[in-house]
């Protein structure tokens, strides 16, 4: 188990594209998949049952359908003495299993304490392309499956964009940077600051990377320190409001604990957001670009820059073409659509993205929309040849 890795976190993954009689209940009631040699390496070459999460993953819903239940690998050809083992492995029926259909991607990953987590996700979507992208199955095959052992690579190395990807699996990445804990505490007062400040601190905990060297790599270099640096400080606050909570006296209030933990993830989310802009800002000062950050354009619509400015924009004497708009968001989804009506003297909008590997089917309507994404190079090459031309 190599730390920093993928290997941490799974013993390996076995993926394919579901067929008709695998994933539609209607078709078939067999509930089994058939089990390759190379799968019987990463999953036993004994009948055994394996505990199991199953998640159905689209990109439509925020909360996906996930239920527990079991694989049971086994030789169905255990009484016949005179012919060599077939190995299949059968699944329960679940409310994931009734999701599935005929094309979508099947990930079986096994864990280090022999669970199973297994992954379907929707045809076509940017989560399958995703998933594909963080396990190095570029092409999940037809027949058979494609099978990652050991998981320790370069590929499969736990960076920013991975992490974000775990934690839709429900992989909790523990990365933390304690030895600057008793310094934030110090500095923040013991509390969570305003991100602009959280950002400054971040980037100052970095020696000998000027925010005049390579931008694409200082910007990731900038977001990982900060995402870090954030969840060690975020455990920390957490644990100590928990153990007042307790020794107060827990009275029951399950309500003002589920008000807590939702406005922790509430802040998670907000919180990249803003850190990126505030990263790519410094590295627009240091390069003494013109811009306006935030400045109401038609209908008080906000987009995140503007160059050169916001009274360039207004300026009717302007040339229009020498006007651009840059959106920054973390991650798209469906959100990318906001920055079409942002600025609209800007046709060809541009978006800032750290979300890796989106599907062919998103970026063909985004081009359709004249939006053109700028991803940081190591980000860029999760897509495809056509995708990055």
């Known amino acids: 188990m190599k730390k920093g890795c993928l290997s941490q976190y799974f013993k ?18 067999q509930h089994e998949f058939n089990v390759t040699k ?33 694989l049971t690998l086994y030789d169905s050809r255990k009484n016949q003495s005179h012919r060599s083992p077939e190995f299949r492995m059968y699944f329960t029926a679940t409310s994931v299993s009734m999701c599935a259909s005929a094309g979508d ?25 995703q998933i ?14 494609s099978i990652r052992e050991e998981l320790e690579s370069e590929q499969d190395r736990v960076a920013f964009a991975s992490r974000f990807i775990l934690a839709q699996i429900g992989i909790e990445v523990e990365e933390r940077e304690e ?7 110090r500095s923040f007062g013991g509390d969570f600051p305003k991100t602009k400040e959280f950002s400054e601190y971040s980037r100052s905990t970095i020696t000998g990377l000027s925010p005049l060297d390579n931008p694409d790599t200082v910007l990731m270099t900038w977001m990982e320190r900060e995402e870090i640096l954030f969840r060690t400080l975020e455990k920390h606050l957490v644990l100590e409001h928990l153990t007042k909570k307790l ?17 922790m993830q509430n802040r998670r989310k907000s919180r990249v957001g803003h850190a990126l802009e ?18 109401f354009t038609e209908n008080r619509k906000k987009p995140d820059f503007i160059f050169p400015s916001i009274n360039r924009y207004h300026d009717n004497l302007f040339n229009i073409n020498l006007l651009t708009m840059l959106g920054v968001k973390s991650t798209c989804k469906d959100r990318w659509t906001q920055v079409l009506t942002e600025a609209d003297k800007i046709q060809n909008k541009h978006l800032l993205t750290l979300e890796a590997a989106i599907s062919e089917n998103r970026t063909s309507e ?22 990055q031309r």
């Open 38 to 70: 190379p799968m019987r390496k990463v999953f036993g070459t004994f009948e055994r049952k394996f505990d199991a999460r199953f998640v159905y993953l689209s990109d439509n819903d925020d909360e996906p359908p996930a239920a527990d239940g079991t």
């Open 278 to 295: 505030n990263h790519i800002e410094e590295l627009f000062r240091h390069r003494n670009i013109q811009y306006d950050r935030g400045k």
């Open 12 to 29: 390996g993954v076995a993926a394919k594209v579901l067929s008709a009689v695998e994933a539609d209940m209607a078709i078939s009631n």
């Open 132 to 145: 594909r992208w963080l396990f190095g199955v570029i092409e999940t095959q037809h027949l058979g499956f």
């Open 247 to 263: 020794e107060d006296g827990f009275d029951g209030d399950v309500e003002s604990l589920s008000s807590y933990f939702l406005s």
């Open 179 to 185: 030895s600057y804990l008793d310094d934030m505490l």
């Open 366 to 387: 985004m081009q359709s929309q004249n939006l053109q994404l700028v991803v940081p190079s190591a980000i860029c090459k999760t897509y495809s040849e056509s995708q």
């Open 105 to 129: 991607d099947l990930f079986v990953c096994l864990k280090h304490d022999d669970s199973v987590l297994v992954i379907v996700a929707e045809n076509g979507s940017t989560i399958a392309s």
